[in-house]
């Protein structure tokens, strides 16, 4: 008999693992191939429980894949710039590469303990500049293909971070996705990635992304944003109101309503309000509210919730469809960034708009009546009505008929109504307004000032101008000697950012922003393809073959920044001629939060279980299968330290199981042996377990797959207790503790490979052997046990054959000792039989 000690077995196979290359793997076109990934980890310290169940979920996906015959690609890396290694090492006096390479070998460390079956030939850190070079030259490539543009633009600032932020990374109420600080506007000339070039077809793809979660495909097509509508063109008006040649275009997804158009409407930003207001009355009160508006985000000022601020420019526009003269307005909510930052005030017709002219006073003509609403008979296009005569509280509804619209009164007004697609026209053949397709979604904003990132390969020259760093000369290294425990950045770094020009040869200054570390996760999934090729980011053919990645699993937080990134950076790289396909992901599982008394862990919030104290008593077995039984891995779970001492008891009785029977059969010469009834049982218990365990894993249900197990487990032990020792089926158990010990390989590596080389004397990996077979006939019963019912309360058992007649199962239900005693006195008037569930004694 040998005893379960985890902390002795499960070092031991982790070195032998590793040193025998159990895990490392190349190109087989004779095999079916999976890739399987977790999100790479940033190195922020030591793992936690969440990081445990997320890695153990591939670990267990991974190793059932290798176990059912696939080549199976099983990587890790490390995240590893980014400002978090910057602030810790201002806190601790160290160097962001100190702090940062030191997390990376600690969490390195623990992943081995934890027993994962990583490919470490491949792993990747993005802070090294074998790594970096190629995320520059994919951004000279994308340069070159006119998708990197430098601009001057309102960008969002955070400034607890010192540095710019993309639209996606501010949340919330307008706060710093990282250290949730208020986000400001500041006009910075800025670095962009144009994945607007891609919103259409980004959108059109999610319909192919069918094994992702429906969630995360709506949160990026909410965020990519495609909306059908018209450009309409009014006509700037001088100071004195009369009509000039000076155009302003806006977008609107409802041309239909422009009869309703009572006012106006700029975005504080945006670059016409300076000029009409400059040395005016109206100047003072204007510039308070683009004042204002620069001190927001954009998430607080579109806000619903919000109220609406603005101020009159004195200024006016003409209406194209009906000659009216509008007022020109600024208003808080109207947002640069969506449509040309224009927009025509609709009060009738939007929520917002029909706010703000409530607040200023401002008139909101009806022109789109509900059916059936009673100003529908009065409003035959004669009669001119505002809100204000019928006291309405809200907008009026989005789809009706219009009203007071001139030649379109009566039309059926709507999205894609009549009425929108005649107005259009109507415009159209005037030269004022033609149909347009507009998306929410805005370049990518990658630059960023601060030190700990991938230095953007360009060089300002005063006579060339922007010149791309030549491809020989990558990769742009990241000075070491930077001290920012001084806030020092690459643009205090004269060693770093004086240069020569590439093209001249003259004076020239290197860029000093770096990269949004956004870019560095946009492509790593296709450097571990290839990882240590040092002539270009990955060999195609090599990404040909694992490519895509078949089972991507992480977080739902990264359903639109990392996600849609890679999207796009895989698109870029396919029309590179780099790749043959056109998504990165096909599959995808957003796995739950691990929450500590419902708080999710954080180091910030300091409640985060470290897993080393547990898995120091319990080992690194127990701890995974724990923290996967604990709740199907797409729900959050609240962590709790009860379970894990059961399911430690748990693996005990599964490693005696074995232990057990291998000391019982080993020297044991079987007999062939017909199987009776407790044997047929087994095998019908065992087979059933097989296919559910099995089944569960592929559908991610874990927990079930595990309670499949101890089926198992209960089963071979009832067997045992039930079958004196000299009468078992010696063969049975010894299969029943193989294949056990098979199932339990991809939840408890460690504990199923010492059981299969040192107690069951196997030879070869237990991760190298095929996931075990079932007879599908054993799961088909020769018999069935039925309760007998009298008057509806059950009274007896009755165990027959599963074919039996009708006849036999009644003449035998009514022959049961205690049917008899409760018929006693009784007339059985009806006997009704459910094959295989019931049989029903009706008497009176």
Not at 85 to 107: F, M
Not at 173 to 181: I, M
Not at 347 to 365: M, N, S, T
Not at 725 to 737: F, N, T
Request: charged share 25%; hydrophobic share 40%; aromatic share 10%.
């Amino acid at each position: 008999m040998t005893k379960y000690d985890p902390l002795a077995i499960e070092p031991k196979w982790q070195e032998t693992w590793e040193r025998d290359g159990l895990h490392h793997v190349t190109e087989d076109s004779a095999r079916p191939k999976k890739y399987v990934l977790e999100m790479f980890p940033y190195p922020s310290g030591d793992i936690h429980m969440g990081h445990v169940r997320n890695y153990t979920i591939g670990d267990v996906v991974a190793r059932h894949a290798t176990m059912r015959g696939f080549n199976v690609l099983h990587p890790i890396g490390w995240d590893a710039f980014g400002l978090p290694a910057e602030n810790a090492a201002i806190k601790s006096g160290s160097h962001p590469a100190t702090w940062t390479y030191a997390n990376i070998e600690t969490q390195a460390a623990s992943f081995r303990r934890m027993g994962f079956s990583y490919d470490w030939d491949r792993a990747v850190r993005t802070c090294d500049p074998e790594y970096y070079r190629w995320g520059q030259w994919i951004f000279l490539k994308a340069w070159e293909r006119g998708l990197v543009e430098r601009r001057s633009s309102p960008v969002n600032w955070c400034p607890s971070c010192k540095t710019v932020l993309a639209n996606e990374q501010v949340i919330g109420d307008g706060v710093c996705w990282r250290c949730k600080s208020k986000v400001e506007k500041r006009e910075l000339e800025q670095w962009y990635l144009k994945i607007t070039e891609y919103s259409q077809e980004l959108l059109d793809d999610l319909d192919d992304l069918t094994g992702w979660p429906e969630r995360v495909k709506a949160m990026q097509a909410n965020w990519i944003g495609r909306s059908e509508g018209a450009d309409v063109v009014f006509m700037l008006c001088d100071a004195d109101g009369e009509p000039t040649d000076e155009r302003i275009t806006v977008f609107t997804t409802r041309p239909d309503t422009l009869f309703g158009c009572s006012f106006f409407l700029l975005a504080p930003e945006h670059p016409l309000v300076s000029r009409l207001v400059a040395g005016t009355e109206y100047e003072a009160e204007v510039m308070k509210v683009v004042a204002k508006a620069a001190s927001e985000s954009a998430v607080e000022r579109a806000g619903g919730e919000k109220e609406k601020t603005g101020a009159f420019t004195g200024r006016f526009v003409v209406n194209p469809v009906n000659g009216a003269k509008v007022p020109v307005w600024v208003a808080d909510y109207v947002l640069m960034d969506y449509g040309t930052g224009a927009v025509m005030a609709v009060p009738c017709g939007d929520q917002r708009d029909f706010e703000f002219a409530r607040k200023y006073h401002l008139p909101i003509p009806p022109v789109v009546l509900a059916d059936g609403d009673p100003l529908l008979p009065s409003l035959g296009g004669v009669k001119e009505l505002v809100l204000e005569d019928v006291e309405w509280e809200v907008a009026c509804p989005a789809e009706g008929t219009l009203v007071q619209s001139g030649r379109f009164t009566g039309m059926r007004g709507g999205k894609k109504s009549e009425a929108m697609h005649a107005v259009t026209d109507w415009l159209g053949e005037r030269g004022l307004g033609e149909e347009s397709v507009n998306f929410r979604l805005r370049d990518w904003l990658i630059s960023r000032q601060r030190y700990w990132g991938n230095p953007i390969p360009a060089v300002h020259c005063p006579t060339c101008g922007l010149v791309p760093v030549p491809e020989d000369q990558l990769p742009v290294v990241l000075p070491m000697d930077v001290d920012v425990t001084k806030g020092e950045t690459l643009a205090d770094h004269p060693e770093f950012y004086e240069t020569m020009c590439p093209k001249c040869g003259g004076a020239a200054r290197r860029e000093t922003d770096t990269m949004d570390t956004f870019t560095c996760s946009s492509w790593y999934y296709l450097r571990y393809c290839d990882a240590r090729n040092d002539s270009a980011p990955f060999d195609p053919a090599k990404a040909g073959y694992w490519m895509p990645v078949d089972q991507y699993i992480g977080g739902i937080e990264h359903a639109i920044l990392h996600l849609l990134y890679s999207r796009f950076f895989t698109k870029v790289l396919r029309d590179l001629g780099l790749l043959e396909f056109d998504e990165p992901f096909t599959n995808l599982l957003t796995q739950g939060m691990v929450k500590l008394d419902g708080a999710t862990m954080s180091k910030s919030r300091g409640n985060v279980v470290a897993p080393e104290d547990m898995i120091a008593k319990y080992g690194a077995d127990a701890l995974r299968v724990y923290i996967l039984f604990m709740a199907p891995p797409d729900k959050d779970l609240d962590w709790s330290y009860e379970g894990l001492d059961g399911m430690w008891r748990f693996l005990n009785r599964a490693w005696r199981l074995v232990d057990e029977t291998a000391e019982e059969t080993s020297n044991v010469l079987d007999a062939v042996r017909m199987p009776g009834p407790v044997e047929k049982a087994l095998r019908r218990a065992v087979a059933a377990s097989v296919a559910k365990c099995g089944d569960d894993i592929e559908r991610f249900q874990f927990n079930t797959a595990i309670s499949a197990l101890m089926e198992y487990v209960n089963a071979a032990y009832d067997y045992r207790r039930d079958v004196p020792a000299d009468e078992r089926d010696h063969a049975l158990m010894r299969s029943v503790a193989r294949d056990l010990t098979l199932m339990l390989a991809p939840f408890a590596p460690h504990m199923a490979e010492e059981l299969w080389h040192e107690v069951l004397g196997e030879s070869g990996s237990v991760h190298r052997t095929p996931w075990p077979e079932f007879d599908p006939a054993a799961l088909v019963a020769d018999e069935v046990e039925l309760p007998v019912q009298v008057n509806g309360k059950v009274r007896d058992r009755l165990t027959v054959a599963v074919d039996a007649a009708e006849s036999d199962i009644v003449a035998a239900a009514l022959a049961l000792p205690n049917v008899v005693v409760h018929l006693e006195g009784k007339t059985v008037r009806k006997v009704v039989v459910i094959p295989g569930k019931l049989v029903s004694v009706v008497a009176g």
